[in-house]
């Protein structure tokens, strides 16, 4: 962000110090949009960007900067929002949770468009400000098996009969003794030919490579081939084997989770004969760990099939008896609601972007009977986790003991965060 005349500018592609000249993209009465035409001076912290399609690909926003300047960023960014729209200060910053900058996203749903005029299919991020599918050929935020697969993945859609009836193919990558799983889910909007088919089963076995088809909503994903494959990740501190289907939600960076859930646990602190609450629990993903741990915890969760999923992998990992599950709209909580759910020592929280306002204002004040001792709240956006917090320290009493960030998404401007309140 710059200042011309007093009036906020907020440049793309330019680094904090740098001077510049700029080609006007918005001007309103308040702020400028605009973005690098020529660099004057350079930051010490800019790089070359690694990716072929850095600018006009939108997958990623910040290959330019130096990984340290980017963690540095969020973690004001963060900073920012606790003050400016939470009005609190934490007591403690943590360190940020880092971990691999290429190679990270073991999930990603890449658009699919047949263009005539480029030649062919198109698979990929949508192209930076536009519905365009941008012209890739490599991603390297992606594996290296799946970067190198996309001119081949690309020639393979664009022999199929359906090419034009297949928007989106959505990758997930799993863990396995032998090695990485590799699924490649196709939306198809007509039914695939027997050639088709064959191409597929080909492509597959070729490559070692999974094909699941969605043919409507996400409960019509189903693998093609081979018939019987499956997902799952791990996290072998907790003794926790996940499994998962490739549409369903799971952390996009395995690395970065294992460190999340990890601190996740260390600042929770839960302890036997605890009741532990993991709200927006998903799968399990804190779930199991806290159980684990010896508590008692239940897990609350929107959606049935993700709460099916949860109770399975507990089962499946011997901790059946220790976390329980309930499907709950948490955007509607009320006290009433947290109060069926029996005696609560802790909870941790891990909403989606839209934050968790209605429960944190449910939740039991601090001089109330039936207060939580802490409350670990995992984030993925700072502005609703500043709101949330302005709740649970001015309304309900508790104290901003510290937060930090965690770069789960580098190379993005996509802020993830942990905070802690007691």
């Known amino acids: 962000m710059a200042r011309v005349a007093g009036k906020a500018m907020f440049v793309e ?89 290429w190679e990270y996203r073991l999930r990603a749903r890449l658009s699919v468009r047949h263009v005539v005029k480029k030649g062919g299919v198109l698979i990929g991020f949508h192209e930076r400000r536009s519905s365009f599918v941008a012209d890739m050929t490599e991603c390297h935020v992606l594996p290296a098996k799946l970067s190198g697969l996309l001119p081949a993945l690309r020639a393979l859609v664009g022999a199929l009969s359906v090419r034009d009836r297949l928007p989106q193919i959505e990758v997930a990558v799993g863990e396995r003794e032998a090695g990485p799983a590799y699924a490649l889910v196709l939306r198809i909007l007509a039914p695939l030919s027997p050639d088709d088919e064959a191409r597929l089963v080909a492509f597959a076995d070729a490559h070692g490579v999974e094909f699941w088809l969605q043919t409507g909503g996400p409960a019509s994903v189903a693998p093609f081939h081979p018939p019987h494959a499956s997902l799952a990740y791990g996290l072998p501190e907790f003794d926790v084997s996940m499994p998962f289907g490739p549409t369903e939600f799971t952390q996009v960076n395995n690395a970065i989770n294992r460190v999340l859930v990890r601190r996740a646990m260390a600042l929770l602190a839960p302890q036997p004969g605890e009741r532990v609450a993991d709200f927006f629990c998903g799968l399990g993903n804190f779930t199991l760990p806290i159980a684990r741990r010896g508590a008692e915890a239940i897990g609350v969760e929107g959606s049935a099939a993700l709460v099916t999923r949860a109770r399975e992998n507990a089962a499946r990992n011997g901790l059946a008896e220790r976390a329980r599950f309930a499907v709950a709209n948490l955007f509607a909580a009320t006290p009433e609601s947290i109060a069926a759910l029996g005696r609560l020592d802790r909870a941790l929280v891990d909403p989606p972007r839209e934050g968790a306002v209605e429960l944190v204002k449910a939740l039991p004040r601090r001089d109330d009977v039936g207060a939580l001792r802490r409350i670990v709240y995992v984030s993925c956006a700072p502005g609703t986790l500043a709101r949330d917090a302005a709740v649970l320290v001015h309304d309900r009493g508790y104290r901003l003991a510290a937060a930090g960030v965690v770069n789960m998404f580098p190379h993005t401007a996509h802020v993830e965060s942990i905070a802690v309140f007691d």
């Not at 912290?45 to 910040?62: D, I, N, Y």
């Open 13 to 101: 592609g330019a680094l904090p110090g740098e001077r510049v000249t700029v080609e006007v993209l918005k001007d309103k009465p308040s702020y400028t949009v605009a973005r690098v035409a020529a660099i004057a001076s350079a930051s010490a912290a800019r790089v070359a960007p690694r990716c072929p399609h850095f600018g006009v690909c939108g997958g990623c926003t910040l290959q330019h900067a130096h990984p340290a300047l980017q963690v540095a960023a969020k973690q004001r960014a963060l900073e920012d929002a606790l003050a400016r729209i939470g009005r609190v200060r934490a007591a403690t910053m943590l360190p940020p949770i880092e971990g691999p900058a």
